[in-house]
DNA sequence: ACCTGAACACCGTTCAAGT
DNA sequence: ACCTGAACACCGTTCAAGT
């Protein structure tokens, strides 16, 4: 009924790489958010708390409320900071492929912190990056000869696919992270329970192991129908 | 930079109703689900801990360790019962038409809990209704006539964006929940900065109060690409 | 101004012991 | 067979006190 179940529960270490050094009214917004970002690359989502960021950056853990009303305020910035990711948005003049390359760029960077992709897109939307994402692509729409109306109705549908498909591969890898953490847990291989389910049993085999075309295949079907 | 933020955090009340009385050796998976399923009803996922389960059935907390290895196996079950829902899948004989209502079906069932949707979607999926409703979803495609690989690439545009909007709405709807625990809190409506992003703020008329339409509007883009 | 430390009210889970 | 209770190793957050 459930999977074999290996449990993200893992060992809850703390991140125990060589802390920074951190004089006195060092901390900062910048530093936080660096050091927790780093907790995230190393132990993954579950070893993101309070407790752990004041001790990779040895001050003491309340000290992060001078800069950070409640962790999920932290973790709102985290969340736009993984939003914005690292490239300019594309602006080649192609919109079709201008469009078509933000939301590639959005997949990778979330699913560069697979295990934080599922806890970021539980909150609701709010920061800077999120909403730059939705002018731009917004913009593109427009451009590809859309009305208002139809560019928000197709925006939100491009963006809910790419969330969706996110998640559905942030989820997988989340639970692969974890039971690389516990050795001996079977390997457990994306394996649906086909047996007396034909049509799932027929559709096994096409079930990419490139994600990232996999990806670009359901934003070719939601585009096909787009003008322009 | 980011919103507001009205925590969900607030308090985590255990919840405070009439507790049903638990004889000795009644303990069993139905009651505990059962259980699991009312405390998230009456306070949300915030709610749910081994403990407060304990508490409302007046049993230790770790006699649910009897039954359930983890508190993730118990919410895996938890979120194969919402996956389900209540209705039968829908087989009218247009395929169009019940691949559609499952859709649905699916959204309106996890939507059912708000705050329970977020952490239910971060697990990987395993539970039986999840691959009941894939090969349904996939013997529907088929029946429009599209190949087995067709079927699965639509299938999974179709799922994923199904996925990524209920929990674009589930994570407004949450949010709205905690802020309402908070009876001070300012009401903080959707309302993205469109200032300086004209694209954006062209769209935020056409951002739809119903949902539920919003949601069927995006089907429609995408189902118009496939044939039958 | 900025950080510390103790404290409060919680967690999930294990395991020896009881009935 | 089934449940309890103590214990372990954690949480987020508040607030008075220190420097």
Same sequence: chains 1, 2.
């Avoid at 950056?57 to 800069?67: F, G």
């Avoid at 096994?204 to 934003?219: I, N, S």
């Amino acid at each position: 009924m459930t999977a074999p179940d290996e449990d993200e529960d893992a060992p809850r270490s703390g991140a125990s790489t060589p802390p920074q050094r951190t004089p006195r009214g060092t901390l900062s917004r910048e530093v936080l958010l660096d050091a927790a970002m780093e907790i995230v690359r190393i132990g993954g989502a579950d070893a993101f708390s309070m407790r752990a960021l004041g001790a990779r950056l040895e001050v003491d853990p309340t000290a992060v409320y001078r800069h950070f009303r409640t962790k999920n305020e932290l973790l709102d910035v985290l969340a736009d900071i993984l939003i914005a990711g690292d490239e300019p948005l594309p602006s080649t003049g192609d919109a079709r492929a201008d469009l078509r390359a933000s939301l590639h760029q959005l997949r990778r960077s979330l699913l560069r912190h697979p295990t934080m992709a599922g806890v970021i897109l539980r909150r609701p939307p709010g920061g800077r990056a999120y909403w730059e994402r939705a002018n731009h692509a917004l913009g593109l729409l427009r451009g590809m000869g859309l009305s208002p109306e139809q560019a928000t109705s197709a925006y939100q549908t491009l963006l809910f696919y790419s969330l969706g498909h996110v998640l559905s591969e942030a989820r997988t890898l989340a639970a692969a992270v974890a039971r690389d953490r516990r050795p001996s847990a079977p390997t457990a291989t994306f394996n649906p329970p086909a047996h007396q389910l034909p049509d799932l049993a027929a559709a096994v085999p096409f079930l990419r192991a490139d994600t990232a075309a996999q990806f670009d295949d359901g934003l070719d079907l939601i585009m096909g129908s787009l003008p322009g």
